[in-house]
């Protein structure tokens, strides 16, 4: 047969195995063959260079699909405000207060600890507005522990969260405020006031568009003196019962009314658990 036909044959038959290779897998692609001395030679080149690139184009779609992966890690669509790296940190962070004893020292010492592990600053003699968090975790409303996005940082509220005043801006407060070393977005103590309804009605999930990272709740039982931290879900994350309690903790008011605002909803299940346990239940009306 004349060479140059066989080479046209080949390269017909080569732009046909390759594109129709790209359907098939590889063990299919290495099935096909030709015979005789020269087109063995050939055909051994031309599936060497299929399969490389099948190959290739199997690391670049692996390498797509990884990315898109770790991507969707670090976005939540429900509430696309939430800083989810940060959301993350914030919570292995209350996994080691959990574990190291500081949430039964004193209130005080607890409550540092609690800004700590939120990516929060201590900062009690700065002017409120400005980055001030004397009042995280100290009265019964301010005590989301939020994890935002920083172009939702400056949201207002515009009425939907009732209760909390229009406008409510808090962006200034919560760059000052934020530790950098936990990730991009920042943190802030947001009012809990409406995380009963379903789904919640807070400053978190309403002005931010965020899910909390932690929520401090009460437990109901005689004192008030056990607290639990409990995620998004309700599920339990931490308690601590702080040893100068109760005189040394937040007004039992503010105790007791910071479970009033959870009771009934999915955040008040592992306070009741934990009161139960207790065996020693407060009445609340």
Request: proline letters at 4%; one cysteine or more; glycine letters at 10%.
């Amino acid at each position: 047969m004349d060479i140059k036909l066989l080479d046209m044959r080949f390269q017909t038959a080569a732009a046909f195995l390759f594109s129709f290779s790209s359907t098939l897998p590889l063990q299919s692609v290495s099935s096909f063959s030709f015979s005789g001395t020269r087109s063995s030679f050939i055909e051994s080149v031309l599936l060497s260079t299929i399969l490389a690139s099948r190959t290739t184009m199997s690391a670049s779609a692996g390498a797509v699909t990884s990315g898109s992966d770790e991507e969707c890690l670090s976005y939540d669509q429900e509430y696309p405000g939430t800083a989810v790296q940060r959301l993350n940190a914030v919570q292995k962070r209350v996994n080691v207060i959990a574990e190291d004893g500081s949430l039964y020292g004193k209130w005080e010492d607890v409550r540092r600890r609690l800004l700590w592990a939120g990516g929060l600053k201590d900062l009690t003699s700065s002017v409120p507005g400005q980055g001030y968090t004397g009042h995280s975790f100290n009265d019964w409303n301010h005590v989301d522990l939020t994890t935002m996005l920083d172009d939702e940082q400056e949201n207002l509220n515009d009425g939907l969260v009732k209760g909390i005043a229009i406008g409510n801006r808090l962006g200034p407060g919560i760059k000052i405020a934020s530790l950098p070393e936990l990730g991009p977005g920042g943190s802030w103590s947001t009012c809990a006031m409406g995380c009963n309804k379903d789904p919640p009605s807070d400053v978190a999930h309403i002005q931010f568009k965020s899910r909390i990272a932690f929520k401090l709740v009460w437990v109901p039982n005689q004192d008030f003196d056990t607290f639990a931290l409990v995620d998004d879900n309700g599920k339990l994350l931490a308690k601590g019962t702080p040893s100068d309690g109760p005189a040394g903790l937040p007004l039992r008011r503010e105790r007791e009314m910071n479970y009033q605002i959870m009771k009934g909803s999915k955040y008040a299940v592992a306070a009741d658990k934990l009161a139960r346990l207790d065996g020693n239940n407060a009445t609340v009306s």
